[in-house]
Structure formats: structure tokens, C-alpha cells
């Protein structure tokens, strides 16, 4: 069974660090992979998907994403964190070929500190 | 255009009573689901459908039903509202089911005593 697991449940990091928010996978076959961002009392907005091609995905606000296939990971990454990027992220994945629904992980809390 | 819209933005019922979520998009988008996000458990699918008149059960579909009679409605409903169903619900659509490029409403939050 398809299956995504985000390991930190919290990550804090301070204004202008890098930030890594960590995703791994088990799917049967190739997967897509999305991130999606939830601020307080909103929906999910979709960041970024790896669908094919490169390995690093470069999204919205600056996101950046890079699939590996060995490792099944699919780890979220930003340069230099703001404020503003503080929020709820989910990994979420769906196998292809197949017409399975997407799969959520539980979502890391981001904190960045000024 | 309005994206995906879900009213009420929050209910609270009591035990045993009935209502119905709703959810509507004007994207024309064919794929459509419903999801509650509990916390700790991240979202997890209720119902979904992949156009009018084609529904399918998620991971947890227990207490709920849903019909999709139009391509832009897409109703959930609790048939006898239990304390466990008390949760913030998320309705959500994508033009491509493949793709999963979903558009997600503002939710409801839904509170059962």
C-alpha cells in the first residue's frame, strides 16, 4: 500500500537559514509527489509536484524540492526561510499508472524564529 | 471565478442529528473529494468522485455518503452525526486525476457534542 511519512512533526529554523522539511514514500510503482502548505485557518495550496524529468522541482515562494528515487525521498528545501514561510506543509504521493487518490503524510509544523 | 467554496464554515450538531457539507467549484474540474484533517492524522480522503454520477469510497467513508448529480456540486453528507465526526472537513477538485493538482475550499469545521 501506497504510504508517505514526514518524520519531524516540528521543525523550527531561524529567519534567513536554510530550511529542510523531510518526506519519504513507498509506493508499488513511479510515484507524483506533491507538496501543499496550510496557513492558519485556510485550505492546502499546492506548492510544487514532481511528476518526471528533473530531480529538483522548483515551486512556489521561492520552494524547491528534489526527488530521490533511491533514498523514496522527497524532501522540501528553501534557502533562506521567512517568516512568513511559517505553516503546516504536507507531502502527499500517488502511484502511477492507476487511478489510486492521493495520500497525505500527518504534515511538519515550520516555525521560523526572527 | 470563486475556486472551490464550502459552506457552513463551521456547525455544530448534536448527537444523531444530520446535515450536509457542501461543496461547490466553478473550474469545471472533474475530479472532486471530500477529507477530514484531524490533528496529528494529517488528511484523510471521506469520498471522492472522477465526474457527475461516479462516487468511490476513501480510507474512511464510515458515516458519511455523498452524490455528485452536477460537475460543480459535490455534497457531503453525515447521516447521524457521532462526537467522532467532530473535525475540520475539506473539499477539494482538480481538473486532472492523474495530476492531482488539487484546488482545495476553506473547510468546515464541524464540531459534534
Known amino acids: 500500500a501506497q504510504s508517505v511519512a514526514q518524520p519531524e512533526d516540528q521543525v523550527n529554523v531561524a529567519e534567513g537559514n536554510p530550511l529542510t522539511v523531510k518526506c519519504t514514500y513507498s509506493?508499488?510503482?513511479?510515484?507524483?509527489l506533491f507538496w501543499y502548505v496550510q496557513y492558519p485557518n485556510r485550505g492546502l495550496q499546492f506548492l510544487l509536484k514532481y511528476i518526471t524529468g528533473d530531480n529538483l522541482v522548483k515551486g512556489s515562494y521561492g520552494f524547491e524540492a528534489e526527488f530521490n528515487k533511491s533514498q523514496t525521498s522527497f524532501h522540501l528545501k528553501k534557502p533562506s526561510a521567512l517568516v512568513s514561510d511559517s505553516a503546516l506543509y504536507f507531502c502527499a504521493v500517488r502511484p502511477r499508472p492507476g487511478n489510486t487518490p492521493l495520500v497525505f503524510g500527518k504534515g511538519t509544523r515550520l516555525s521560523v524564529i526572527a | 471565478n470563486a475556486g472551490v467554496t464550502q459552506t457552513p464554515k463551521f456547525q455544530v450538531l448534536k448527537t444523531g442529528q444530520s446535515m450536509t457539507l457542501q461543496c461547490a467549484q466553478d473550474?469545471?474540474?472533474?475530479?472532486m473529494s471530500w477529507y477530514r484533517q484531524d490533528p496529528g492524522m494529517g488528511l484523510r480522503l471521506i469520498h471522492y468522485?472522477?465526474?457527475?454520477?461516479?462516487?468511490d469510497q476513501g480510507e474512511v467513508p464510515n458515516g458519511y455518503n455523498v452524490s455528485r448529480s452536477t460537475t460543480e456540486d459535490f455534497p457531503l453528507r453525515l447521516l447521524s452525526a457521532a462526537p467522532s465526526q467532530t473535525s475540520v472537513y475539506f473539499c477539494?477538485?482538480?481538473?486532472?486525476?492523474?495530476?492531482?493538482?488539487?484546488?482545495f475550499g476553506p473547510g468546515t469545521r464541524l464540531t459534534v457534542t
Open positions: 468522485s472522477v465526474g457527475a454520477g461516479i462516487t
Open positions: 477539494a477538485s482538480s481538473a486532472d486525476r492523474r495530476r492531482y493538482e488539487q484546488y
Open positions: 473550474m469545471n474540474h472533474e475530479y
Open positions: 509506493v508499488s510503482g513511479n510515484p507524483y
